[in-house]
């Protein structure tokens, strides 16, 4: 492996953010401003905000390391700012980071590349509300069945996701999808282990790390679960054999791929009883937390997360 040299500037790792997850985004950040800091690194800590420009503009060759969730960081926006004022930055481009966020969008793609994934629709508020609730209602449970996930279409950490198990659930499900975005993604629940894989792409290839098994306390892998401490029990390697565990790390690296990310990700999958592993979503700004998977991952794999972060910057810089 060949990686650039390490880049002298300073790093602005941007946390925070005006999203429903922005409590989450300013504890990534600070974990990873530390661990770069224990890298003998320059760090800056800034929030998205008015002053992040002039903040940009009075640094000497700065690279910036967006630790943003849910729109504000994962819909490509500040991504495009950043190429804007030709900053680079580590992680997924404007277009790669639009066509991972939107799950309407990310698992058909995924899909046409031979990957399974549930079957699903998705509709916008304003078609489930002029159509009329009581149809759409049973034209989904026929064709997608009992029990569905209603989630919304831009949207993570769970926020919003519901399962339903009988048509009377469905419209209060479909509200609450909708009080984070415009369209809510109906798709067929899927019964089997969940597991999350990280994707990391150092010199060119990207690379999946160990599964990570998921078993939330509640039986639900909702935001309580992904982000207190104790709710969730990981299991590192995931309890996989051989050769699902390779079929896993396959799936996230084709979708990896297929979507153009760069540099991380992380895949979420349900490996039903036969084995076969079902692609859900992937994130193109993974939480970093002291509960999230990826940093649990690169510790299986036996990497130290702040080398890794610093990498990841020096990749950034040397693209420019």
Request: one cysteine or more.
């Amino acid at each position: 492996m060949t990686l650039p040299q390490p880049h002298p500037g300073p790093i602005v790792v941007l946390a925070g953010g005006l999203s429903h997850e922005r409590e989450v985004s300013l504890r990534s950040g600070g974990r990873v401003a530390q661990a770069l800091r224990d890298q003998g690194r320059d760090v800056v800590v800034s929030d998205v905000n008015s002053e992040l420009i002039d903040l940009l503009a009075g640094l000497d060759n700065p690279v910036a390391f967006p630790v943003l969730h849910g729109g504000v960081g994962e819909d490509g926006g500040l991504q495009q700012a950043l190429e804007l004022l030709a900053v680079p930055y580590v992680g997924s481009s404007a277009v790669a980071s639009r066509r991972s966020f939107d799950k309407a969008v990310c698992a058909p793609l995924v899909a046409a590349a031979g990957v399974v994934t549930p079957k699903r629709a998705a509709l916008p508020h304003d078609m489930f509300r002029e159509l009329g609730a009581g149809h759409l209602v049973a034209a989904l449970g026929a064709k997608i069945g009992y029990p569905m996930m209603v989630k919304p279409a831009r949207s993570g950490s769970a926020l919003g996701c519901a399962r339903v198990d009988t048509a009377a659930e469905l419209p209060a499900a479909m509200v609450g999808a909708y009080a984070y975005g415009d369209v809510a993604v109906v798709e067929e629940f899927v019964e089997g282990t969940e597991v999350a894989v990280a994707v990391v792409e150092l010199d060119g290839e990207a690379v999946a790390l160990p599964a990570v098994e998921i078993h939330a306390n509640s039986g639900v892998y909702d935001y309580t679960a992904r982000y207190t401490p104790g709710q969730t029990r990981f299991v590192i390697p995931a309890e996989l054999s051989p050769e699902v565990a390779k079929a896993c790390a396959d799936t996230a690296v084709t979708a990896h791929n297929v979507l153009g990310l760069r540099d991380l990700s992380r895949a979420d999958l349900i490996v039903r009883p036969d084995g076969t592993p079902v692609f859900l979503e992937t994130n193109s700004a993974p939480g970093l937390t002291e509960t999230s998977t990826v940093p649990l991952a690169v510790e299986a794999k036996g990497w130290n997360f702040g080398l890794l972060c610093a990498q990841l910057v020096d990749n950034a810089a040397a693209r420019g």
